[in-house]
Nanobody
Framework: QGVLVESGGGLVQAGASLRLSCAASGRTFSSNPMGWFRQAPGKEREFVAAINWSGSSTNYAESVKGRFTISRDGPKNAVYLQMNSLKPEDTAVYYC??????????????????WGQGTQVTVSS
């Protein structure tokens, strides 16, 4: 049974950077697509970024394109989200996710069957 644990969240000022990490345990996800989602108070969970098993293909939400970078380390069974030029509207709980249901990357939350518990990111203006 795989477990995903996020870390790296915190409180920062607008314009700052943060790097989120997601460590997997219990099973390897090195052959599976992984992604990041976020949920702000009162809003639905939304897609942020996804990466394929090798790291050769990525996809981003328009709202973070050019500011966020997703990457992964297969041997460490981990995925990362580098967030630059943070804005107050990036404030949310950020979730790491993995899927064993499909081989390609997808922005659809329902296609991910492993989820972390989330890490809070707060960006002040």
């Amino acid at each position: 049974q795989g477990v995903l644990v996020e870390s790296g969240g915190g409180l920062v000022q607008a314009g700052a950077s943060l790097r989120l990490s997601c460590a997997a345990s219990g099973r390897t996800f090195s052959s599976n697509p992984m992604g990041w989602f976020r949920q702000a108070p009162g809003k639905e969970r939304e897609f942020v970024a996804a990466i394929n098993w090798s790291g050769s293909s990525t996809n981003y939400a328009e709202s973070v394109k050019g500011r966020f970078t997703i990457s992964r380390d297969g041997p460490k069974n981990a995925v990362y989200l580098q967030m630059n030029s943070l804005k107050p509207e990036d404030t949310a709980v950020y979730y790491c996710a993995a899927t064993t249901l499909i081989t390609g990357i997808t922005p659809l939350a329902q296609m991910y069957n492993y989820w972390g518990q989330g890490t809070q990111v707060t960006v002040s203006s």
